[in-house]
């Protein structure tokens, strides 16, 4: 909920802006594509709960992975150092196996039914984690960056993502690597959440920049994946991507 009013709140000024700059002065449009890694963060805060248990899983780290994106926007010709961008996004970055320690509370079904508190050898396999962004722009102008930064153009974005998270299975196995369980179905989750992204344009050609840029946004999930049982975590991840882009 903090994340959905945060967006709200990031979002009326720069739309007010864009209905009054809009009226007068006609935009530097742009698209782009990039691909870089996306380096998902320790999930520290998993907790599974059904009727009359709960499951706290201690923190696990899931892997690093491809990622790759695409990106349009415009900044305004009357405040060129100001616009708005949409952007698409898609990584897979599974957890292979990673030893964890489940607290568990009450009598569990679904993945880690017949299991007492103890350490487990996790695995997830996820299907993708794909986002939309949504973000207000300020960078130096193409006047500037050419004239002052060597053809450099700094730029930052502030705003929020609709992120899904697609999960195929989650897969427990005893420390000995025996299996004990895997969960009954994939499942996945759309929801709201922040977004932050600052890169450096080089400015190639009137048209042409290439540019890197790093990317981070946190975002709350709950999927069930068995029948009456959720799991509820934090997504955080970063990403380092390198690209270009054509300005018209």
Known sequence: MMFKNL????MVPVLSLSMIFNQSAYAE????????????????????SGSGFSVDISSFSPDTAFAGGIKGGYFFESIPYLGMEINWSIS????DTETINATI???????????????????????????F??????RVTDEDASKEYFGMQPFLGLGFTVSTLDVKSATIFDTAGTQLGTTGSSDSAT?????????????????IKVYS??????????LTMDTGVDSKLTNESSSVVFGASYSF
Do not use: C
Request: proline share 3%; glycine share 12%.
């Open 213 to 222: 840029e790093y990317k981070f946004q946190t975002v709350e999930h709950t």
């Open 105 to 131: 509370t009450g009598t569990p079904t679904g993945l880690y039914v017949g299991r007492t508190t103890g350490d487990f050898i996790g695995s997830v396999d996820v299907d993708s984690v794909s986002s």
């Open 29 to 48: 449009w742009y698209v782009g594509g990039a691909v870089g890694v996306a380096i998902p963060h320790n999930v520290d805060d998993l907790a599974v």
């Open 92 to 95: 897979a970055p599974d957890v």
């Open 7 to 10: 967006a709200i709140y990031l």
């Open 191 to 207: 929801d709201i959440g922040f977004l932050l992204s600052a890169g450096l344009n080089y400015i190639v050609s009137d048209n």
């Open 133 to 138: 962004g949504f973000l207000a722009m300020l």
